[in-house]
């Protein structure tokens, strides 16, 4: 019998492939492979098939799974038997392809004769078939048991590319080397091998070019210089000292972490895209004046602050063609500087998007301002990227989001001149006026075609006339009529002329634009239903709304309002922001508001009624896909004709919040105005672990303060201790301990008074937390203990699990390791039980930490790559550091320095990305000795004391 893992999971049974069933059913058995004669708790199985999201009757299906299993694996004996609460498969390691590949791998790296290394190396690739379990495990289960792996598998090529060196094969090694350091030019073994073989080729200047990748990669990415030996090595190839046989890497490193990603965010280019040939020249002009370094920034404005001429359209447009020139990727966001509600992005919301976009994580995002910008410019230091600022309200407004590096250039749009920016930072002004005659002809023309423009010139000359040269309006109106071509012009000139008083917003004594004319001209050739729908969208406060949301808001299924939106999309009164999602010209949203404004007062109120129930609905589906341990709250029955997003995963859970977070706010401001109390507590809670989780925690505290003054109103008790709670949580994220104890002495009264013992354990829980951070250990170990008994009364298996570890923690710092790792041990096992994959994580931490302070390093640095991949599974970054911080501490006690420096590269390369304080402490490590760097903290506690808190959010079971 063999079982094969790395690639698709595949059954051979006397050499004849036995088929197997659906992905579960591989799934079961590529995890029971994973771990032959090792039991496999049934809960653990049943969390890692269905990915945390088991269908009520999973256990009975895995029985299913496993009887089907027994009978494709018919043998002498059974080989899946039943032990306990959980299942093993009883086969030798060697039948599994996996446990022959790294049993391969470990017996080469021992092995002192390089052809037989060889030999035993190159058995072990042939059996390589893709990633582990491909197309049996998925998601965050599949990243994880894969992460790993790579780096076996990396490890197996740079084996046998040494052994093949060792025997005078380097053109082998040539075959193989070059694209692994492609892939991977921040593991400095394989530079060096490639350096050998190149070197050994006779191509001297391909040796320093493979050293010169990992050089710029180490120095562009982390900062770093080369290690030592890969230094040395360049010297002896400089020199040609001899062969390059030494010096070499012989120790195996851990991967740097891959490259920024590179962000494209601008809106697509208009089509058709008329007229503007001046400005585009002198734009053209501006940023490549002879004799000049390009210019930082180019202010297009319009004249007197007309909205609606086209600076958008020109701007992308213009951006569009210079794309090429900016190979680090563009920036674009809308700042939304004259949204009639005044719901602006700021500049601080505005750095939090252009941060996410540069590959920094959410939860590590500077708190203030100042510090998003010194970021935001760091990370755009060196690089040529193109940055485009739609829609400023003044200068004040984009100061924050000017980078400090003149390789880029900043496009900036306003109805006003900027002219602050312009004396202070050197930006170059282009005042964009309205279009010329010729220009709106040629605009009407690319509309509606030549032909039918010259069949009736008097009445394009008054559509001209009437529009006044603005973009917005010469649009509406042709989109009109291409929609009617039965219909005169001369009648749509007509229309236009006889409407009544401009758009405010559009009146100014030089511009005779009649704007309101053209959209209520469009508004009325609307199909009754979109025009109901256009209507109602006034009463939506964000400026983007989904298919789902606005069908919400006019009660109606989802299906007819993508139609109704298709069809004011094509009159110009909306327009597509992406696939399934709308927006439009703020003075269009100003028109519809008017619009709405004059509506039946108890029918506007059904419909916000509707939308907020949209969001409220959604954003609990999705906190619950967000972490499904969460102790969740229970919302009524949505209204009638409000419909939720169909969110499924993670993911897509994590999308929608993205998305959505001007318009989620906009809609809480919203329910807070008109005093809807419950929805304002309960979207406060379900907005709150995105929130956290994406360091949004200045927002996050708002809106819970919103939430708690809501609950009081309501007389809501619960509700209080809940908000007092999450108001605990962040404060302390902002460093506000002491306000934090404060709360969560109002949430231990409201839950004592309402007799709710498992309330009282979650503020004992995260009392522990902050008092462990505040280095009161005796303390923090009083109120562990406090958990447990409440959890212990309750039955509260999740909260069980996470006092275990909250004690095992306490005990190590307080010098008791034996007594931890008792407490851990049992906290494993319930965590594992019921499958609380972040709880497992956490736990392995304090493993690791209590066998380093007992100093079994062996022991400590397994149970830290225990939680390295559990962290990795659940996109844990900074802890995914610290794990790679403590791993490396363990590899330099034990000598083994090579090691040790690759995995202080990869935590550095993490704490570089977010920003974190700690990459101080990892550059001192991975500095030369000597340096004046200060040394780093002694011990891994000292890391422990920076981290983001513990928080903890036990399911109920």
Request: proline share 6%.
């Given at each position: 019998?063999?079982?094969?893992?790395?690639?698709?999971?595949?059954l051979?049974?006397?050499?004849?492939?036995?088929?197997?069933?659906r992905?579960?059913?591989r799934?079961?058995?590529?995890?029971?492979?994973?771990?032959?004669?090792?039991?496999?708790?049934?809960?653990?199985?049943i969390?890692?098939?269905?990915?945390?999201?088991?269908p009520?009757?999973?256990?009975?299906?895995?029985?299913t799974?496993?009887?089907?299993?027994?009978?494709?694996?018919?043998?002498?004996?059974?080989?899946?038997?039943?032990?306990?609460?959980g299942?093993l498969?009883?086969?030798?390691?060697?039948?599994?392809?996996?446990?022959?590949?790294?049993?391969?791998?470990?017996?080469?790296?021992?092995?002192?004769?390089?052809?037989?290394?060889?030999?035993?190396i190159?058995?072990?690739?042939t059996?390589?078939?893709?990633?582990?379990?491909?197309g049996?495990?998925?998601?965050?289960?599949?990243?994880?048991?894969?992460?790993?792996?790579?780096?076996?598998?990396?490890?197996a090529?740079?084996?046998?590319?040494?052994?093949?060196?060792?025997?005078?094969?380097?053109?082998?090694?040539?075959?193989?080397?070059?694209?692994?350091?492609?892939?991977?030019?921040g593991?400095?073994?394989?530079?060096a091998l490639?350096?050998?073989?190149?070197?050994?080729?006779?191509?001297?200047?391909g040796?320093?070019s493979?050293f010169?990748?990992?050089?710029?990669?180490?120095?562009?990415?982390?900062g770093?210089?080369?290690?030592a030996?890969?230094?040395?090595?360049?010297?002896?190839l400089?020199?040609?000292?001899?062969?390059?046989?030494?010096?070499?890497?012989?120790q195996?490193?851990?991967?740097?972490?891959a490259?920024?990603?590179?962000?494209?965010?601008?809106?697509?280019d208009?089509?058709?895209?008329?007229?503007r040939k001046?400005?585009?020249?002198?734009?053209?002009?501006?940023l490549?004046?002879?004799?000049?370094?390009?210019?930082?920034?180019?202010?297009?404005?319009a004249?007197?602050?007309?909205?609606?001429?086209?600076?958008?359209?020109l701007?992308v447009?213009w951006?569009?063609?210079?794309?090429?020139?900016?190979?680090?990727?563009?920036l674009?966001?809308?700042?939304?500087?004259f949204?009639?509600?005044?719901?602006?992005?700021?500049?601080?919301?505005?750095?939090?998007?252009?941060?996410?976009?540069?590959g920094?994580?959410?939860?590590?995002?500077?708190?203030t301002?100042?510090?998003?910008?010194?970021?935001y410019?760091?990370?755009?230091?060196?690089?040529?990227?193109?940055?485009?600022?739609?829609?400023?309200?003044?200068?004040?407004?984009?100061?924050?989001?000017?980078?400090?590096?003149?390789?880029?250039?900043?496009i900036?749009?306003?109805?006003?001149?900027l002219?602050?920016?312009?004396?202070?930072?050197?930006?170059?002004?282009?005042?964009?006026?309205?279009?010329?005659?010729?220009?709106?002809?040629?605009?009407?023309?690319?509309?509606?075609?030549?032909?039918r423009?010259?069949?009736?010139?008097?009445?394009?000359?008054?559509?001209?006339?009437?529009?006044?040269?603005?973009?917005?309006?010469?649009?509406?109106?042709?989109?009109?009529?291409?929609?009617?071509?039965?219909?005169?012009?001369?009648?749509?000139?007509?229309e236009?002329?006889?409407a009544p008083?401009?758009?405010?917003a559009?009146s100014?004594?030089?511009?005779?634009?009649?704007?309101?004319?053209?959209?209520?001209?469009?508004?009325a050739?609307?199909?009754?239903?979109?025009?109901?729908?256009?209507?109602?969208?006034?009463?939506?406060p964000?400026?983007?709304?989904?298919a789902?949301?606005?069908?919400?808001?006019?009660?109606?299924?989802?299906?007819?309002?993508?139609?109704?939106?298709?069809?004011?999309?094509?009159?110009?009164?909306?327009?597509h922001?992406?696939?399934?999602?709308?927006?439009?010209?703020?003075?269009?949203?100003?028109?519809?508001?008017?619009?709405?404004?004059?509506?039946?007062?108890?029918?506007?109120?059904?419909?916000?009624?509707r939308?907020?129930?949209?969001?409220?609905?959604?954003?609990?589906?999705?906190?619950?896909?967000?972490?499904?341990?969460?102790?969740h709250?229970?919302?009524?029955e949505?209204?009638?004709?409000?419909v939720?997003?169909?969110?499924?995963?993670?993911?897509?859970?994590?999308?929608?919040?993205?998305?959505?977070h001007?318009?989620?706010?906009?809609?809480?401001?919203l329910?807070?105005?008109?005093?809807?109390?419950?929805?304002?507590?309960q979207?406060?809670?379900?907005?709150?672990?995105?929130?956290?989780?994406?360091?949004?925690?200045e927002?996050?505290?708002?809106?819970?303060?919103?939430?708690?003054?809501?609950a009081?109103?309501?007389?809501?008790?619960?509700a209080?201790?809940?908000?007092?709670?999450?108001?605990?949580?962040?404060s302390?994220?902002?460093?506000?301990?002491?306000?934090?104890?404060?709360?969560?002495?109002?949430?231990?009264?409201?839950?004592?008074?309402?007799?709710?013992?498992v309330?009282?354990?979650?503020?004992?829980?995260?009392?522990?937390?902050?008092?462990?951070d505040?280095?009161?250990?005796d303390?923090?170990?009083s109120?562990?203990?406090?958990?447990?008994?409440?959890?212990?009364?309750?039955?509260?298996?999740?909260?069980?699990?996470?006092?275990?570890?909250?004690?095992?923690?306490c005990?190590?710092?307080?010098?008791?390791?034996a007594?931890?790792?008792e407490?851990?041990?049992?906290?494993?096992?319930?965590?594992?039980?019921i499958?609380?994959?972040?709880?497992?994580?956490d736990?392995?931490?304090?493993?690791?930490y209590a066998?380093?302070?007992?100093?079994?390093?062996?022991?400590a640095?397994?149970?830290?790559?225990?939680?390295?991949?559990?962290?990795h599974?659940?996109?844990?970054?900074?802890?995914?550091a610290?794990?790679?911080?403590?791993?490396?501490d363990?590899?330099?006690?034990?000598g083994?320095?090579?090691?040790?420096?690759?995995?202080?590269?990869?935590?550095?390369?993490?704490?570089?990305?977010?920003?974190?304080?700690?990459?101080?402490?990892v550059?001192?490590?991975?500095?030369?000795?000597?340096?004046?760097?200060?040394?780093?903290?002694?011990?891994?506690?000292?890391l422990?004391?920076?981290?983001?808190?513990?928080?903890?959010?036990?399911?109920?079971?």
């Open positions: 019998m063999e079982i094969r893992l790395l690639g698709a999971v595949e051979y049974r006397d050499g004849v492939r036995v088929e197997l069933g992905r579960q059913e799934c079961v058995l590529g995890l029971l492979a994973l771990d032959t004669g090792q039991i496999i708790d049934a809960g653990r199985l969390s890692r098939v269905w990915n945390d999201r088991p009520e009757s999973a256990r009975a299906a895995l029985q799974l496993i009887a089907r299993l027994r009978g494709r694996l018919t043998a002498e004996h059974p080989v899946i038997l039943t032990r306990g609460s299942y498969i009883d086969i030798p390691p060697e039948q599994v392809d996996l446990h022959r590949f790294t049993a391969a791998v470990a017996a080469a790296q021992k092995d002192p004769d390089p052809a037989s290394r060889s030999a035993t190159a058995r072990a690739l059996t390589w078939r893709g990633p582990l379990l491909a049996a495990a998925e998601g965050p289960l599949f990243a994880r048991l894969n992460a790993g792996l790579k780096d076996q598998f990396l490890l090529h740079e084996l046998y590319a040494e052994a093949e060196l060792a025997t005078g094969h380097h053109h082998q090694v040539l075959k193989t080397l070059p694209d692994l350091l492609a892939q991977h030019p593991r400095e073994r394989t530079a490639l350096m050998r073989a190149r070197y050994e080729a006779g191509d001297i200047a040796a320093l493979a010169d990748t990992t050089r710029r990669y180490l120095a562009d990415e982390l770093l210089d080369p290690g030996e890969l230094v040395a090595l360049q010297r002896a400089l020199n040609r000292e001899g062969s390059a046989d030494s010096p070499v890497l012989l195996p490193p851990r991967p740097a972490a490259t920024l990603p590179l962000p494209r965010q601008l809106p697509p208009v089509r058709g895209f008329v007229g001046a400005e585009l020249e002198a734009l053209d002009h501006l490549t004046p002879d004799g000049q370094r390009p210019a930082t920034a180019i202010v297009v404005s004249i007197a602050g007309t909205a609606g001429v086209g600076k958008t359209t701007a447009h951006a569009h063609r210079l794309t090429d020139r900016y190979p680090d990727g563009t674009y966001t809308n700042l939304q500087g949204d009639p509600t005044g719901m602006v992005t700021t500049a601080d919301e505005a750095l939090h998007g252009f941060l996410d976009a540069l920094v994580a959410a939860q590590q995002v500077p708190p301002l100042r510090a998003k910008t010194a970021l410019r760091s990370l755009l230091a060196q690089r040529r990227m193109l940055v485009v600022l739609d829609n400023a309200r003044d200068a004040e407004h984009v100061r924050p989001l000017l980078p400090g590096s003149p390789g880029c250039l900043v900036i749009t306003s109805r006003y001149k002219t602050g920016l312009v004396a202070a930072e050197g930006a170059q002004p282009l005042e964009l006026g309205l279009l010329d005659h010729t220009e709106s002809l040629r605009l009407l023309a690319g509309r509606l075609g030549e032909a423009v010259r069949a009736e010139p008097q009445a394009v000359e008054e559509i001209v006339t009437g529009c006044a040269g603005l973009p917005l309006a010469l649009a509406l109106v042709a989109a009109q009529a291409a929609s009617h071509p039965q219909i005169p012009l001369q009648r749509l000139a007509s236009l002329r006889s008083r401009p758009l405010d559009f100014s004594d030089d511009t005779p634009t009649d704007a309101r004319a053209v959209f209520s001209w469009s508004y050739a609307l199909s009754p239903g979109a025009a109901e729908l256009f209507c109602r969208l006034g009463l939506h964000g400026a983007a709304i989904s789902r949301a606005a069908a919400s808001l006019d009660g109606i299924e989802p299906a007819r309002a993508r139609a109704l939106l298709t069809e004011l999309v094509r009159a110009h009164l909306v327009m922001e992406s696939p399934d999602r709308y927006t439009s010209h703020d003075l269009l949203r100003a028109y519809s508001r008017e619009l709405a404004g004059g509506g039946d007062p108890a029918g506007n109120d059904r419909t916000v009624d939308l907020v129930d949209h969001y409220l609905h959604t954003a609990h589906v999705a906190d619950r896909l967000l972490d499904p341990h969460r102790d709250i229970v919302l009524p949505p209204v009638p004709g409000a939720a997003e169909p969110l499924g995963s993670h993911d897509e859970a994590l999308r929608w919040y993205v998305t959505e001007a318009e989620l706010l906009a809609v809480f401001g329910a807070c105005a008109r005093r809807l109390d419950r929805v304002v507590w979207l406060a809670w379900s907005l709150g672990n995105y929130f956290e989780r994406q360091g949004h925690w927002v996050w505290t708002e809106t819970l303060t919103a939430g708690l003054l809501a009081e109103r309501l007389g809501d008790r619960a209080q201790a809940r908000c007092l709670r999450s108001l605990a949580r962040a302390a994220r902002l460093g506000d301990h002491q306000r934090s104890l404060s709360y969560l002495d109002g949430a231990l009264k409201l839950y004592a008074d309402l007799g709710d013992e309330g009282e354990a979650y503020v004992h829980l995260n009392l522990n937390v902050i008092l462990s505040l280095r009161r250990y303390h923090s170990l109120c562990a203990q406090q958990a447990l008994t409440l959890y212990e009364k309750a039955g509260h298996q999740a909260g069980l699990a996470l006092a275990l570890n909250a004690l095992g923690w005990h190590a710092q307080l010098g008791n390791p007594a931890a790792l407490h851990c041990q049992r906290s494993l096992d319930l965590h594992q039980r499958g609380h994959t972040a709880g497992e994580a736990t392995w931490d304090s493993v690791g066998y380093r302070a007992m100093g079994d390093l062996p022991h640095a397994a149970a830290y790559r225990q939680a390295l991949g559990l962290f599974e659940l996109g844990d970054r900074y802890n995914q610290t794990a790679h911080i403590c791993v490396g363990i590899e330099q006690a034990c083994r320095t090579t090691e040790a420096r690759q995995s202080w590269i990869s935590a550095l390369a993490i704490l570089r990305e977010l920003s974190h304080p700690d990459t101080e402490a550059r001192a490590r991975l500095a030369p000795r000597g340096s004046d760097v200060a040394p780093p903290p002694a011990d891994h506690e000292a422990s004391r920076r981290r983001a808190a513990r928080w903890v959010t036990p399911r109920h079971t």
